[in-house]
């Protein structure tokens, strides 16, 4: 085997492995920190949603309809994470596109290169999930408020609309950046830590001579 085919081997084997570590990450990402971490969280006293609407509700001398209500706001939750799995998964495809554009003289750059692609993709995806949430609440949350309440009350309606449209939607947004920020700096850190192994087998190997 000659040399060039040695190293198109051992190349191919590093983007197997980063793709494999952005799959996981990016997987980790979406169902670990967004679906499970912010959309569907761990205990019910935490669910902002939830809480702010009972808390508008009680503030009107309103009680809600809780059966319909948990099932309102499962629909929404379920929209959501459908969405947000479609615009997540899109990572992935980021990482494969920067290895295929891997300079072979400089390996380390594609961790740099990739960071920049993702500060970009994190912004678009930002815009995206934003306009994502306000239809989605307005759709399946705000246009069902009648349902949830045994009486009409114009103030309820307004309370809500304010929070969900404006604090809701600024809340998730801040916290899925935090969330985004950590998976960044965790991939980014281990394929720099792939690639530095990379270079120093095609630099120390014997194969490569």
């Known amino acids: 085997m000659v040399k060039e085919d040695i190293y198109a081997q051992h190349k191919e084997i590093l983007m197997t492995a980063g793709v494999e ?6 997987n980790s990402l ?11 969280v761990p205990l019910e006293a935490m669910d902002t949603v939830k ?15 809780s059966n319909k209500f948990n099932e309102i ?10 969405e947000f799995r479609s615009v997540y998964k ?6 494969e596109d920067s290895y295929s554009k891997m ?11 990739l960071k920049k692609e993702l ?29 949830i309440v045994n009486e009409s009350n114009a103030n309820f309606k307004k309370e809500v609309m304010k929070f969900l449209q404006n604090v809701y939607v600024k809340q998730i947004l801040e916290t899925i950046d935090m969330k985004i920020l950590v998976k960044d700096t965790i991939l980014l850190n281990s394929l720099k830590e792939q690639l530095e192994r990379f270079v120093f087998t095609k630099e120390n190997s ?3 001579d």
């Open 103 to 113: 300079n072979d003289d400089k390996p380390l750059d594609l961790v740099k290169d």
């Open 119 to 147: 500060v970009k993709f994190n912004k678009e995806t930002k815009k995206q999930c934003k306009e994502i949430i306000l239809n989605l609440v307005k759709e399946k949350l705000i246009s069902n408020l009648d349902l």
């Open 73 to 82: 706001l499962s629909d929404y939750k379920n929209s959501l994470k459908k």
């Open 90 to 95: 899109k990572r992935i495809k980021i990482i």
């Open 21 to 26: 570590l952005a799959t996981n990450n990016t």
């Open 206 to 208: 014997h194969l490569f």
């Open 30 to 40: 979406i169902e670990d920190d967004i679906i499970n971490g912010v959309i569907d």
């Open 51 to 65: 809480q702010r609407l009972l808390n508008i509700a009680k503030h009107n001398g309103l009680v809600l309809d």
